[in-house]
Structures are given as structure tokens and as C-alpha cells.
């Protein structure tokens, strides 16, 4: 699963169901699960490239949000009034 986050490109999200789907796991919330404590153990995963299917951050309001928010900022990636990343303009096309 790791090795399939690491090759997101920067610039570009994925959804925990595109992941999911990718290493053969019926459930996105298990993506989450796994990606919950990544940050702190291994700096090669680009963890924040993975987001929900509404294109928003799933993280609960915290300093790891905030965090989240401004690594993809700094990638290019803009975010909606809503707080939403527009999945056509900056979606992984995932090879299954």
C-alpha cells in the first residue's frame, strides 16, 4: 500500500478509494488506518496526497490538517471555497 502512495506524483491527489481499489483492499477506511500514523515513521510516503472522494481532507481539525492543507498548497494544489481539490484537475490516474 505504501509503495503504491509513494507513487502519486506530486502535484496530484488520490483517494483512499482509488488506493483501496489499487492494492486490492475492500475498504478505504483501511487506507486510512494504515496512512494514520505514516507521517511520523516514514518521511518517503506522501501521505497528504491521499483524500477523500469529495476531494477534501478527511483528517479531523488538528495540526495534521493544517499541515495537509499547506503540503499540497505548496505542490500547487488549490483547494474551493469549500475546502475541496478539484479531483478532475488534480487526480493520480490510477493504473489498475
Request: with cysteine.
Amino acid at each position: 500500500m505504501l509503495d503504491v502512495v509513494r507513487s502519486i506524483p506530486c502535484g496530484h491527489v488520490a483517494t483512499y478509494g482509488q488506493i483501496a481499489e489499487k492494492v486490492g483492499t475492500p475498504n478505504a477506511r483501511l487506507v486510512g488506518y494504515a496512512l494514520s500514523g505514516v507521517n511520523s515513521r516514514y518521511d518517503d510516503v506522501p501521505w497528504h496526497r491521499v483524500i477523500n472522494r469529495l476531494g477534501k481532507i478527511s483528517v479531523r481539525p488538528s495540526d495534521g490538517m493544517y499541515l495537509q492543507k499547506e503540503l499540497l498548497i505548496s505542490e500547487g494544489i488549490r483547494f474551493d471555497s469549500e475546502g475541496r481539490v478539484d479531483l478532475e484537475k488534480y487526480g493520480w490516474c490510477v493504473r489498475l
